[in-house]
Every structure is written in structure tokens, then in C-alpha cells.
């Protein structure tokens, strides 16, 4: 579905400054090398399987199953992972690269910093320095997970500029890789970006939807009716969606952040609401004015509050493959108390996103069906936003 | 023939950047002017956008400040018809792909010919990507600039082959703005780019300095300077129109007889 400059379709591409193009380049033929070479494999599987704790769970979440009374309701367990989330799949594979290319140096952007403190923590891991991008925003609504790159031994720059969220993290990881090419390697987080990101990303993240389908074949012989998984930039959708998009008769769901709504400007619902344009170095959907300047966009979620979406996902949302759903700041909170109260599981606000679309999906669909959802992290850093949100003021 | 090549006639070229709308339209068409009667050959107007990932931190805050005053892509064509009416100097945009994407590269390109505009300079669009533009800037004479970086080595020749109206050379890795030093040999990446076509070159990145524009005029065929002008628009504001014409014409002084 990708042909050899990183399309999807009419989408991806590789839109960066001159500066930047060897170094594109240079990675791509990296990637196309180490990613068929078994030895680089034996040893990014080691990292994923002795430091990362994979595979993750595919655990039956019975009473969620019972208490909805419809479809049965499988949750895919990357909030079990070391760091609490799968942004350690792609950062392992990633750091991996970089240091076999001789880079001694990560840098990367982070929302609600779950990718920040992967990339710090594989930095520590492998002796590299670290610096991470992270709007002044986000620093505030995220302040736990700066504590922790900076115990890994990152250093964090909150970003001041534009929204001072996500966006604005990776316009100044891309300044900084185009000044300083040669020692670094950018850790681009999600599928997202110039090629050969989206496809690198995706790639080491599929090792979400392999798992999923052979536990779904051990545990009920059968693939799952959906596969069900918030959208940002779209890393953990299209690792949950990536081995199951040649079989048709899984149904596959992202769930965007519509923040207060789609009907409102504050919102981060990428594909319910924006336009085809070319930024961050992909053509692909984006939140934009009449003019093509980007729009500041909102989600309670740090990891979601992002103005574009991959491009593989803008081509599967076309094809009409995947389909993408909103969820309001009020569904996300929602489930992210159903979830905790039900199960004993503390997803990440990203992550509940996905569950509240089960919640409404599952009383409507027959017993017999099989929903998985996607927990790609784990909650415990939005708690105290979560307490504001609903007028508890706790202290981290 | 490109317009542009007149720019490359009067020695070495001074090309001032200046971003529409920074910190009114009124104001961006009396520093044009200005730029243009001190004696600039060419002049590149930015169309400021929302997440300028190319620019340093004087060129973001004039985005900002342009954005934030209400000035659009319809405005800043406005702008260009006033100036046609007495400013003859070439004059190219510069902005982001997505500012003529989402305009429409079709409607977009054919207004700059309608109004004037001799050349696109769009620093998000490499080689690579150029199809969709190019030929669409091809049927409206519209030069698409191609830019050359420290780091383009075996890139510079087939870039240099295709490049019409004068080739940007990027004389410092990062973003824009001033710098103390320029330490790229600018020398052999002309000589790479002399071997494969006769389209002028011009250097930008980092200059401020007369002494630093003629230093890259000496390599090359002229100097860019942006940061350094956006400086003095900052601090003089609506008054910026003679603060700038001095500047311009100490810079393109400091060309004369290279």
C-alpha cells in the first residue's frame, strides 16, 4: 500500500527543508537495510520481550463484557509495558537504528510525555544523550512525566512558541535536528511526519495487531468483529489496526478527540473536521483555516491535541477501511472513571477515549461479536488533571 | 527569459526578505518601497504562516505579529497589485507549501502571474516533492526557487540542472537568523552548482553584516538578508520604512565592485 517515496495513496511524502533531506535519505536506506537484517531483529525482540515486558496481555475484561450487556470485550494490555504505555515499541526500534547508524544523540517531541519518557528512558538504556521537546502547556498538565525524563537523565525544553502543545514540540524538534545533523537521530513519536517515519513507526508498532490476532486465535480460534484504538498522530491505531487491515471482516475504529466538541473550535478531530494540506512533512488531513494557516486545536488529552493525523491513516479513512469516530472530553473522562471502577484498570485518557466508544458500541452489538480495544497506557499521570477536571484540587 | 535574471544585472545582488503584513500592510508597502529606492534587486515577501518550521525566533514573532493584525493571502495580493503600480524590481513570495496548497497551487500561481509575482520560494518543498508546483508554475512563468543546502553534496548537481530564476544556497545548517560566523564553503558549493547551469545563485542564512554580504557576494551572485530587516521593523514599527532604506543601501553599497 506504500509505494517506494512513502505514499498512502495521495498522501505522506516527504516534505522538508533541502537541509534536511540526506539526512531523510540516510535513514531510510538504514531502515530499508537493518529492518530485514536478523541480527538487528534477535536484538530489538530481546529489548521488547526481557526489558519491555512483551508480549502485553490480551486480557477478557469480564465484567465491562457483563455490565454493557453486548459485544465481548477484549482489552489489549500496552499500559503494561515498561513506561507505562507502547510509545517504548517504536522508541527501542528506533534508538536501536540510530545507535547501529552511529548516532549518539536522541532528540523528540512529546504531548503528554509518555514519548518523552520512552525516548529518555532508551537514551539511558543504550548511553545516549537526551533532549525533549514538550510545550510549556503540556509541561504544566503533565508535570509527573517531566520529573521523570529528567531522572532519566533527558533534558526538557518546554517549547513557548505557537499553542505551546504538541505541534509546537514538533516544529522545534524538526529546527533543532536541521541544526544539528550529523550526531542526532529525531525520535519522531507517532506515524507521523516526513517519510520515512509513518512507515518506520508503524512498523515497529504493528507488533501490537500481531499479537492481538494470534492471542485472539488462541483464546477464541476466531478474529475479532473490531479492533478499536484512540487516534493522535495514530501510532497506537495503526500498530492495533496494521495485521488485520487485509482481513475486511474486521471492523477497524479510531477514535479521535473532539475535545468539546466537533461543532466547536475547540476540538482536535482531525478527520471529522479538518482538510487535506501538507505540514510537519506529510501531506495528509489537517485542522486549518480558509488560508491553510493551522488551527490551534483542544483536547483535554495532551497525547491527542494534536491539528494533523498520520497519513496512512487520512488513506485508510478514504478507502473507507477505517472509520474515525469523535469522543468529547465528557465520554473520555467517563470512561476513564468506568474503566478504573469496573476492571481496576487506570487507562490513560488517550487510551479512554477508545473505551468510550465501546461503551456505546457494545449494548448495541450481539453477544457473539468481539470488540479489542487498545489500553495504550496507563492513567496514572492524567490523575490530578482529572481531579481539576471534575473541581478536586490534588497535588501530584 | 526569467524576470528575475534582471536582478543579477546590476553587479551582485541585494535581496531583501520582508514579512507582509509585520506590523501592518500600510507599513510593509512603505519598507518595499524603501528597499527598492536603496537600491534592492530583488525582493522576497513572506506570506506568514501559522508554524514557520524553517525560521529562527525574529522571523516566528513577525509571523506572529503579521497573523495576529488579521493580514490573509487575498490581502497580501492586494498588497502586490498597490506596489505593481510604481515598483519594477522583481519580486517572489515566500511561504509554506500549505499556504498554496489549501489557496489552490492552480488559483494561487495564477495570481501571482496575474499580479506580478516573478518566483515562489517555498523552503518545506524539496526536489523530491516539486511535481505538483512545478509544472503548474511552469504554465503561469512563474520561477519555483530551488534551494541548496550545506548538507546537499550529491544532491547539488541534479538540483541545479532543473533551477530557474536563482538558486537559494542555504549557507548554515538550523533556521534563519543572525549569525557571528559562516563557516560552510560557500566557494565549492558554486563551483558545483557553475558546472551545471548558468541560473544565478544568491546566499542567505545568517548574514547581517555589509561585511558578510560581500564576503557570500564574493562567492557567489548576491546576498539575502532577512532577520537583520525583520530586527529593524520590530524596533521602529510603523516607522521602519527609512531604518530599513538606510540598511538596504549600506548593504548594496558594500556590493558595488565585487
Redesign the interface.
Known sequence: MDNA?GRFGIYG???????????GIELDEAYTHFKDDPTFQKELTALLNEYAGRPSGLYFAKKMTEDLGGAKIYLKREDLNHTGSHKINNVLGQALLAKKMGKTRLIAETGAGQHGVATATAAALLDMECVVFMGEEDTKRQALNVYRMKLLGADVVPVK??TATL??AV?EA??EW????ADTHYCLGSVMGPHPFPTIVRDFQSVISREIKAQMLEKEGRLPDAVIACVGGGSNSIGSFYHFINDPQVRLIGCEAAGRGIDTFETAATVNTG???????M?SY?C?D?????APVYSISAGLDYPGVGPEHAWLHDTGRAEYVPITDDEAVEAFEYLSRTEGIIPAIESAHAVAYAMTAAPRADKDQIFVITISGRGDKDCAAIARYRGEDINE | MSKIRSAFENQKAFIPFITCGDPDLETTAKVVRAAAENGADLIELGIPFSDPTAEGPVIQEANIRALAGGVTTDRIFDLVRELRRDVTIPMVFMTYANVVFSYGAERFIGTCEEIGIDGLILPDLPFEEKGEFQDVCDAHDVDLISMIAPTSRNRIAMIAKEATGFIYIVSSLGVTGTRNEIKTDIASMVKIIRENTDTPCAVGFGISTPEQAAKMASYSDGAIVGSAIIKRIAAYGKDAAEPVGAYVREMKNALRGL
Open positions: 517515496k511524502g516527504q516534505y522538508i527543508p533541502e537541509t534536511l533531506m540526506n539526512a512558541t505557537g505541534k509546537d516544529s524538526m529546527r536541521s541544526s544539528r545533523i482538510r487535506v494540506g501538507i505540514f510537519h512533512g501531506k489537517f486549518q480558509e488560508f491553510g494557516q493551522i
